[in-house]
């Protein structure tokens, strides 16, 4: 094992906060994590994958492993379907490009979301209709403190609205190493009536899409609206989209009837976060180096050279305002980073 030491962060999280870490491994394969993970270099221990779902408040005082084990495998296929197997180290847009080449469908609509294979599930990722979960069949795991390996069914992951077991009782239990998903051959079901995909087509004149039509859709409506990381620091959508019970939608519908919704069933609403956001005059507006994006206002940004507590601030502003101005108080999807495990 290679342990560096006092090693700046800022390649390896997409915001570019310039957190530093105590200590540092790259984990390229199964071996090196079992053995990083029984050294007793550091008693606390931090784990970053792509380092696209979080915001760092402040250097870590830990040991921290840095995932990057790669490699694809076809596990089984028939006529319909192929199980692949995916290490957690590989990049998630990579994976569904690499995907699209062999012409297996169901992850074309997540194109372009930023992480990697392995924080995919803890977050339950979805963009324009879909979620991971549609595709997942398993992962498997390390467990931190035996190094004992478990695999987790869908059901094991209890999949929610950008939740798992992994966000919850699970939290800093197990690292995911590899994840295997269910895609098809053949009659892909195609997904187009989520967000702008339809319009983005019709502008294309494609009237009967392909898999690959959607993805290409998808990634030219997600860079007119989100930033790319490499230009300026984000982690995509900074909150989550707020879900309202009837009684408590028909209460906001009913003083805010200009509001954009989605019916998610007969008991539950979306409401877009970045609607609210916007409403309350955030969008586009600069803070010292954080900022709100002026295409998304979902999208909180650091210009150069914000600090983790700058970005929590502002976040923090903008909850409040929400609130205040809807009754509605919104949360973050990043994961905030104040201590190790």
């Known amino acids: 094992m290679n342990v560096q ?3 700046s962060l800022k390649p390896y999280n997409t915001f ?23 050294s007793e270099i550091h008693p606390d221990l931090f784990i970053i994958s792509g380092g696209s779902n979080m915001l760092i408040t402040k250097d870590i005082d830990a040991l921290v492993l840095h995932m990057n084990i790669k490699g694809k495998e076809i596990l089984k296929e028939d006529d319909e379907h192929v199980y692949l197997k995916v290490m957690g180290g590989e990049e998630w847009h990579d994976t569904v490009l690499w995907c699209l080449e062999q012409d297996y469908g169901g992850l074309e609509n997540l194109s372009l979301i930023p992480g990697r294979i392995g924080t ?18 398993s992962c498997e795991t ?25 966000k919850n009782k699970g939290k800093n239990k197990y690292i995911i ?91 539950t609403y979306k ?19 954080a900022g709100v994006h002026k295409n998304q206002a979902l999208v909180l940004v650091n210009y150069g050279n914000a600090t983790g507590q700058e970005i929590i601030g502002l976040a923090h502003k903008i909850i409040n305002a929400v609130f205040e101005a809807y009754g509605i108080r919104i949360s973050p999807e990043v994961n905030i980073i104040n201590n190790p495990c």
């Open 5 to 7: 030491e006092n090693i």
């Open 16 to 38: 570019g906060i310039d957190a530093k870490a105590r200590f540092f491994i790259e984990i390229s394969t199964i071996a090196n994590l079992k053995k990083a993970l029984q």
């Open 120 to 137: 995919a599930p803890i977050q339950n990722i979805g963009a324009y209709g879909i979620e991971l979960k549609d595709t997942f069949v």
């Open 142 to 166: 390390m467990a931190i403190n035996d190094q004992s390996t478990k695999v987790f069914t869908k059901e094991d992951c209890q999949f929610g609205y950008r939740e798992s077991y992994f």
């Open 177 to 267: 190493t590899s994840v295997i998903l269910k895609l098809t051959k053949k009659n892909h079901e195609l997904n187009t009536s989520y967000g702008a995909i339809e319009s983005q087509l019709a502008a294309w004149e494609i009237n009967s899409p392909t898999i690959q039509d959607i993805s290409k859709a998808v990634v030219a409506i997600r860079e007119s609206k989100l930033p790319d990381p490499k230009v300026l620091g984000n982690s995509g959508s900074f909150f989550k989209n707020p879900i309202l019970s009837k009684k408590e939608f028909d209460i906001f519908i009913n003083e805010h009837p200009e509001a954009k919704y989605y019916k998610i069933s007969d008991g």
């Open 271 to 289: 409401v877009p976060a970045g609607w609210l956001i916007e409403q309350c005059g955030f969008k586009g507006k600069r803070f010292g180096d």
